[in-house]
């Protein structure tokens, strides 16, 4: 017999769904339910429980008493009949982790919802989802998820899930929203956007077409999902995404959306057409291939694996890449990109503390729990993943002639560890093994060391020129990074060795003046830049609404800003490995 979840948005206004579980044969000693303290991909203790405002039980018309046991399980007193569980939840996280309500649309994820209740983990689900009277929201909702419907008519929609993991593995969105389909290897694709845009769908259309053959074709045409949908919420500022078995939820500005009659692609469009790559990449690369840790996942507490970098890392450096391949960046363009992460890694004091093996199990508490010090004291193994996947596929291509790359180990390991699993040490021993060398070294200095990544030899082996400088546009290269508070300078982190840090200025500090002479946030980046290496400048910063006067060296700014251009030499070799990097060969 099937779990009988029912959903409604019942109080737009409130941010209230009201959500009710049925448990046909429950357990005579008394059932237990239980709601995910975390969601899939995003990887930090939520404790979504908390969300949950009133809750009861009943059973053949009769109130079931209920006892909370701790944060997120409660425990029903035994019955002899079916037990139903009502309960209410506050939707008001405007993410793509977790549930929202408003009269302008509904969103949830299953893990934030729905409760599971203990020993029937594997049993079939039904899921009903009523729709709000149109006197309620703004606009003709309708329902958008890759859950397998049952029957649909107007004011409910009623969908099945093979069991509670496959049920919260699909996103609702339920809203006014614009929908376009398109195929890609005769499979149906689909996405939703939601929310006040101008997009020109056509020319989004073929460019996620692009995209997706890519992807499938990077593959071998072998597909995980028999249809895939983009969940997309338009806003004025926003960023993210979160991937799903064949679907994912994305945010993205409205000015990330192509207008129509956009010619070139600009970095807005670029960002978000990379989001949906990362994403969908996702569907083959952690979704489907996963580590060993996330075959039996436990929803209640973290899930510690030392390969995000692998599975987060392999796929930002292909999310970009495959633009490229799909032949909707140019060279240039790309490389302009990928110079931005390099940037970013360069950057990251925290690059010679954590290696980024140790990055991936600390998501929980370092990634995902930043402060002021993370700059100091993590690396991300989202950028600093993708440059070691970049320097490894040049490893492995310059040791075998460029007979192998990346492309081949992630094929591999596609192909032959789908049902079992990655363990740490996969990745190594697949490299090995089709190259048949030693890969030890590389590993212990750039996995699990935090030895500098060659990333300047990796670049030359490719004919491309990778330049550092110091950006005078901005405040790094003395030390601090800051934002915009009453039109002055608030300082939100101090570098590591940086003569900002030497001389004594902190986190919270908010600098009012140069010299004495006032200076405005727009201001600040200018003044310092101006000044060269001896120079000693006043900083006045407000500290404890205290003026506060600090005497600040200037000192030789370190170079990390990163440019990358294809070298123009006539070399064949050179040109010929830079010609199958570049179109995945």
């Keep these: 017999m099937s779990l009988i979840y029912e959903i409604t948005p019942t109080s737009p206004h409130k941010h209230l769904f009201s959500v009710s579980v049925t448990v046909p044969e429950p357990n005579p000693l008394g059932q237990v339910f239980k709601l995910p303290s975390w969601i899939p991909g995003s990887y930090l203790i939520r404790d979504f429980a908390k969300n949950i405002v009133t809750l009861s039980a009943k059973s053949d018309s009769k109130v079931i008493a209920t006892k909370k046991l701790d944060k997120s399980h409660w425990i029903c007193d035994p019955c002899e009949k079916s037990i139903t569980i009502d309960y209410q939840i506050y939707a008001y996280d405007l993410s793509v982790r977790s549930a929202y309500l408003t009269n302008e649309r509904a969103f949830f994820n299953g893990t934030s919802v729905f409760l599971l209740p203990l020993g029937f983990e594997d049993d079939e689900c ?125 945010i993205c500005s409205r000015v990330d959306l192509p207008s129509p009659g956009m010619v070139s692609v600009g970095p807005e469009y670029t960002k978000f057409l990379a989001l949906c790559s990362h994403e969908y990449f996702h569907a083959w690369w952690i979704k489907t291939i996963k580590p060993v840790a996330f075959h039996n996942i436990n929803l209640d507490i973290e899930n510690y694996t030392e390969q995000l970098w692998i599975f987060e890392g392999f796929t930002s450096y292909y999310d970009e890449l495959s633009l490229l391949r799909a032949n909707i960046l140019t060279p240039d363009q790309y490389l302009a990109l990928f110079s931005q992460t390099v940037t970013k890694v360069q950057r990251s004091k925290g690059r010679f503390r954590q290696s980024i093996a140790e990055s991936s199990f600390d998501a929980w508490t370092k990634f995902y729990q930043q402060d002021e010090n993370s700059v100091n004291s993590i690396v991300s193994y989202y950028s600093k993943g993708a440059l070691v996947a970049f320097v490894l596929d040049i490893e492995i291509r310059r040791l075998t002639n460029d007979g192998l790359s990346l492309d081949d180990v992630v094929r591999y390991i596609w192909n032959n560890f789908k049902q079992e699993g990655l363990s740490d040490d996969t990745v190594k021993l697949v490299v090995e093994k089709l190259t048949k060398l030693d890969f030890t070294k590389f590993f212990n200095a750039y996995i699990y060391g935090v030895e500098e990544l060659p990333l300047k030899e990796s670049f030359k082996y490719l004919g491309v020129k990778c330049t550092f400088k110091n950006n005078s546009s901005d405040l790094y290269g003395f030390g601090v990074s800051a934002k915009n508070k009453n039109d002055m300078s608030l300082i939100t982190h101090v570098f590591d060795n940086s003569n900002a840090q030497k001389y004594g200025l902190y986190v919270g500090d908010t600098v009012v003046t140069v010299d004495k002479f006032k200076v405005t946030f727009s201001e600040l980046p200018g003044l310092i830049s101006a000044k060269v290496v001896g120079d000693t400048i006043s900083i006045g910063v407000l500290r404890d609404d205290l003026l506060v006067d600090i005497l600040v060296k200037i000192c030789d700014p370190e170079k990390t800003s990163c440019t990358l251009e294809i070298d123009k030499i006539k070399d064949k070799a050179i040109n010929g490995r830079q010609k199958k990097w570049l179109n995945g060969h």
Excluded at 199 to 222: K, M, N, W, Y
């Design 126 to 250: 039904q899921l009903t989802i009523n729709l709000p009277s149109t006197d309620q929201v703004l606009g003709e909702w309708q329902c958008a998820t890759t859950l397998k419907p049952k029957s649909k008519s107007r004011n409910l929609e009623i969908y099945t899930a093979q069991n509670y993991y496959d049920l919260v593995d699909h996103p609702v969105e339920i809203s006014d929203f614009t929908l376009f389909e398109f195929d890609v290897h005769k499979i149906q694709h689909e996405m939703a956007i939601t929310g006040i845009h101008s997009t020109d769908i056509e020319r989004l259309r073929v460019d996620l077409i692009s995209i997706c053959e890519h992807h499938i074709d990077f593959f071998g045409g072998d597909v995980p999902f028999s249809r895939y949908l983009f969940l997309t919420l338009v806003r004025s500022h926003g960023y993210g995404g979160l991937e799903h078995k064949d679907s994912t939820s994305l």
